[in-house]
């Protein structure tokens, strides 16, 4: 696994994911190795996590010397470490990672990339990098569009493992007992970064109209931190709703935050393969949410009809309203989010198929890293 950070203490989703992903590998018997950085005064020169082995480069601390010492410290660390691996998952575009595709290619091992959602995102103008990342021997894309971005640059489909994120469906079960601490009050999470792309400023501006509309009480409960913080802070005060809405920041314990929400709710304007969404789903939430990068797969059929487009606070506002006020409409979609997220989106059955993908690369056959997909992306 080859990924610039890795916990702890990072907590991106990036990281997190790729730390769960390794966890469950290693329960499933794959020897997993992770190479990552170390930037001065961050992660601990540990060599394991949680049963995960961790070979961390250390970073100089003067940022302008990390470029040049990146490429020729994993060049030394993949050489000493090469009798420990048969298969190479880069975790992102970075040049990080760059020079480990490229080290593993000279080390003639097989690279597995997995690339954001968003192509114009991944390789905005970088051309030298995309040449680079298209001599993969297979790739993992987390959107139906994603592939079909390298399919028409010439990456062959067959060798494109089409793949969600996944998630422990035992830290974040349902709650045993019922969820409402107050019989009469719904809270409404939002568990994301206060910033613009992730749609804040259009809930905060069409929930008071919501509260106007719901047959209960309401509470908007907001987990996170970011630049918007003060600006949001302001608009609550404008708006009069300082017993409408709650700003928690950041919290350790998402789980039993999860467990205390009646909805979940996530109007981003772009996102990949939503961490936040997974969890609330394992968690038995019914989701209203935007219609941006990976979260119709994550939802599914089932969820469809709660998915907005970006930015359009009418149609965010409506299916709030509709959800709140419609008891059994909530437990049905929260039933069939967590439903879903057994049969298709746990990290067990994610790690299934990167073992069936590694296997295939092992082997020599990344013309068969495709028939590993989920059957999610076939989905109508």
């Not at 996590?49 to 010397?65: Q, S």
């Not at 062959?156 to 009050?185: C, H, Q």
């Not at 719904?186 to 109209?209: A, C, N, Q, Y």
């Not at 950041?250 to 709710?265: G, M, T």
């Amino acid at each position: 696994m080859v990924i610039p950070q890795y916990p702890p203490p990072v907590t991106g989703g990036m990281e997190r994911q790729a730390h769960e992903l390794s966890k469950a590998l290693v329960a499933q018997g794959v020897g997993v190795l992770v190479l990552s950085g170390q930037v001065p005064g961050g992660e601990p020169a540990a060599r394991e996590f949680e049963g995960v082995p961790i070979v961390r480069i250390p970073f100089p601390r003067w940022k302008w010397l990390r470029f040049p010492w990146t490429g020729l410290a994993i060049l030394i660390a993949m050489i000493r470490h090469r009798s420990r691996f048969d298969v190479v998952h880069v975790h992102n575009p970075s040049w990080y990672g760059t020079f480990s595709l490229l080290t593993a290619k000279a080390l003639r091992k097989p690279v597995l990339a997995k690339l954001p959602t968003g192509f114009d995102w991944a390789f905005p103008t970088d051309s030298v990098r995309l040449r680079t990342f298209l001599r993969c021997d297979a790739l993992a894309v987390l959107s139906g569009e994603s592939a079909d971005d390298f399919c028409r640059r010439g990456f062959p489909e067959e060798r494109i493992f089409k793949i969600t994120n996944g998630v422990s469906v035992d830290r974040f079960a349902p709650p045993k007992a019922e969820r409402p601490l107050e019989p009469d009050l719904l809270r409404v999470l939002f568990m994301g970064r206060l910033e613009t792309p992730k749609g804040i400023t259009e809930l905060l501006d069409v929930w008071p109209s919501v509260v106007a509309q719901c047959q209960h009480r309401l509470l908007l409960v907001l987990c996170g931190t970011g630049p918007l913080e003060d600006e949001i802070r302001a608009q609550i005060d404008r708006a009069g709703m300082h017993d409408k809405v709650t700003l928690l920041g950041h919290i350790s314990d998402v789980a039993s935050e999860l467990r205390r929400a009646d909805v979940f709710v996530l109007p981003s304007h772009i996102e990949g393969n939503s961490n936040a969404v997974l969890e609330a789903m394992a968690t038995g939430l019914p989701v209203v949410s935007t219609r941006a990068g990976g979260t119709p797969l994550l939802v599914g059929p089932e969820g469809a009809e709660w998915l907005v487009e970006p930015r359009d606070g009418l149609a965010l506002q409506d299916r709030l309203v509709r959800l709140l006020n419609d008891e059994v409409t909530r437990r049905r979609l929260g039933e069939a989010m967590l439903a879903r997220i057994r049969s298709h989106l746990t990290i067990e059955v994610v790690a299934q198929r990167y073992r069936a993908v590694y296997t295939s690369l092992a082997d020599g056959h990344s013309d068969r890293v495709g028939s590993a997909s989920s059957p999610i992306f076939s989905e109508r």
